[in-house]
């Protein structure tokens, strides 16, 4: 099995959490692949990976929580915030080739939170929706 990533103790795996977690790994993984120049995750990363998945889990939003960088409650410690920010900057787009399926559900996410978006017509968010059930 993949190491870090456990379920969690009620054995319930909640869709969107679990969606967030296995993107904030993967992301994490690319970072220090190609800038920490690790083949596994190196200290820093892990400490980071698990911190990241520990306050996925305790976000107060549960599973309709925004995508964190949206999010307003500022649930990273600064340090930590500044890594994931960067983590996210660098990997956020390289995800689109490695993990196709994650960075087009992420970007859904972040699309739906866009209330304003013209070019969104309410059938396109009841279809997303729907998708994401
Ligand atoms: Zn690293």
């Given at each position: 099995?993949a190491?870090?990533?456990?379920?969690?103790?009620?054995?319930?795996?909640?869709?969107?959490?679990?969606?967030?977690?296995?993107?904030?790994?993967?992301?994490?993984?690319?970072?220090?692949?190609?800038?920490?120049?690790?083949?596994?995750?190196?200290?820093?990363?892990?400490?980071?990976?698990?911190?990241?998945?520990?306050?996925i889990?305790?976000?107060?939003?549960?599973?309709?929580?925004?995508?964190?960088?949206?999010?307003?409650?500022?649930?990273?410690?600064?340090?930590?915030?500044?890594?994931?920010?960067?983590?996210?900057?660098?990997?956020?787009?390289?995800?689109?080739f490695?993990?196709?399926?994650?960075?087009?559900?992420?970007?859904?996410?972040?699309?739906?939170?866009?209330?304003?978006?013209?070019?969104?017509?309410d059938?396109?968010?009841?279809?997303?929706?729907?998708?994401?059930?």
């Open positions: 099995m190491d870090g990533i456990k379920k969690n103790k009620q054995g319930s795996i909640s869709g969107g959490n679990q969606l967030e977690k296995r993107t904030i790994t993967a992301m994490i993984r690319i970072y220090c692949k190609s800038v920490h120049r690790s083949k596994e995750l190196c200290g820093m990363c892990r400490d980071l990976n698990e911190y990241a998945l520990k306050r889990e305790q976000c107060v939003y549960g599973v309709n929580k925004p995508v964190c960088q949206h999010c307003t409650v500022h649930c990273y410690s600064p340090l930590m915030r500044e890594e994931i920010k960067k983590v996210m900057h660098y990997s956020g787009p390289r995800m689109l490695r993990h196709p399926v994650l960075a087009i559900a992420h970007m859904v996410r972040e699309k739906r939170k866009k209330k304003n978006n013209p070019g969104l017509t059938s396109d968010i009841r279809s997303q929706n729907k998708i994401a059930k």
